[in-house]
């Protein structure tokens, strides 16, 4: 699905560029109470910047500041580097340390999200080292899974930890592999739990293709026919019920979305519930169909259908990007070809590029104050 364009090149781009590469001395700074206290909705973004610069970074922390509670980092498993431990040293780790000082410094929590999957495309991994076997079976990869896991529990001590993203993509592509990563995600959580109690554990479920919305995947299924099943398959040992939704990918016509379109959770059930990805362009590209009141009537849905149950709300964007900035460093990544599909979601901020904002902003900030 390119809507996961977005998250995995911009992490591409975006790796060691938070504080130039190496962690700031000192101690991390200690936020004097976590937004996660008061058992309200936890409102927040990804930490994508308009621009691909350091100062760009700076600014959009300091802006996100002003709207959210919290920032999602989704983390690519660093494999070679914890394939035999844990207390490894990790230039990843340090570019992880870098956003999280970066987050706390300006009073933002931090959701981590462990994705061992390649963004651009869920029915395979990303980077795995030449050799190993793209397998939740292989021992490698189980090990580095856990120890990286493990390794962001120790340095962070997480309140919620997703350990894999649109996982159901995997599991309708590959489902002779998926009783693995089940066993994984089972055998993960219970070490978690041990390590860190009060830790929230979820992984995320892609609602369109969820719902079978997305005809290309739904392998004959009928539209709406939840595979409740998908998300059951990991009860009990899951503590929240996440999801990540982009309407415009399943549904006919912009600004059109259901009155019910995301309430079957609620009867589904009791626990809490989360939007760990999402969002609607404001611009319509006769590809993408988007527009301003599509993205307000985007988050009334949420809010209005499901908004009292939710634990975290993630919008993917808080403003949009420049594409041209990001151009050159997609193609030292090896991603040239994917620059135009990138430029589907560069209107997909709550603001635009320069941080004006756009209608649903305002809608956003009410949410938020008046929960």
């Known amino acids: 699905m390119k809507t996961r364009l977005v998250a995995a090149l911009l992490v591409l781009v975006l790796a060691g560029l938070a504080c130039g590469g190496s962690a700031p001395p000192g101690p991390i700074p200690t936020l004097s109470r976590s937004p996660f206290e008061s058992g309200q909705t936890a409102y927040g973004f990804f930490p994508t910047p308009p621009e691909l610069s350091t100062q760009s970074v700076l600014d959009t922390y300091k802006a996100i500041a002003q709207h959210a509670d919290v920032v999602l980092l989704q983390e690519a498993i660093p494999w070679s580097d914890f394939s035999q431990g844990s207390q490894t040293s990790s230039k990843a780790m340090t570019d992880i340390e870098n956003q999280y000082r970066l987050a706390h410094q300006n009073g933002l929590e931090v959701i981590f999200v462990v994705d061992p999957l390649n963004g651009l495309d869920r029915r395979e991994f990303a980077g795995l080292p030449s050799g190993w076997k793209a397998s939740f079976a292989n021992p490698q990869v189980r090990s580095a899974f856990t120890n ?46 041990a390590q860190s109690p009060d830790t929230q554990v979820f992984v995320t479920f892609q609602w369109e293709e969820l719902n079978n919305l997305i005809q290309a995947l739904a392998a004959g299924r009928k539209p709406y026919q939840t595979n409740w099943n998908q998300i059951e398959a990991f009860e009990p040992k899951l503590d929240v019920w996440a999801i990540s939704t982009y309407p415009w990918v399943g549904l006919p016509g912009a600004g059109v979305i259901p009155a019910d379109y995301y309430a079957p959770l609620l009867g589904r059930t ?93 809608v956003w900030d009410q949410f938020r104050e008046n929960r």
């Open 148 to 193: 990286f896991t493990l390794r962001i529990v120790r340095e962070f001590r997480p309140h919620y930890l997703g350990l894999g993203s649109e996982i159901n993509t995997y599991q309708d592509t590959h489902p002779e592999d998926y009783p693995n990563y089940l066993s994984l995600y089972r055998s993960v959580y219970d070490l978690v739990k």
């Open 270 to 362: 009791a626990k809490p519930l989360a939007v760990a990805e999402g969002g609607i362009p404001t611009q319509d590209n006769g590809v993408v169909k988007g527009s301003t009141q599509y993205q307000v009537e985007y988050l009334n849905a949420i809010h209005t259908q499901i908004g009292s149950r939710l634990a975290f709300w993630i919008y993917l964007l808080f403003s949009d990007f420049n594409l041209a900035s990001y151009a050159p460093a997609l193609i030292l990544q090896g991603h040239a070809g994917d620059i135009g599909t990138l430029g589907w979601f560069d209107a997909l901020g709550l603001a635009k590029s320069d941080r004006t904002p756009k209608p649903a902003l305002a």
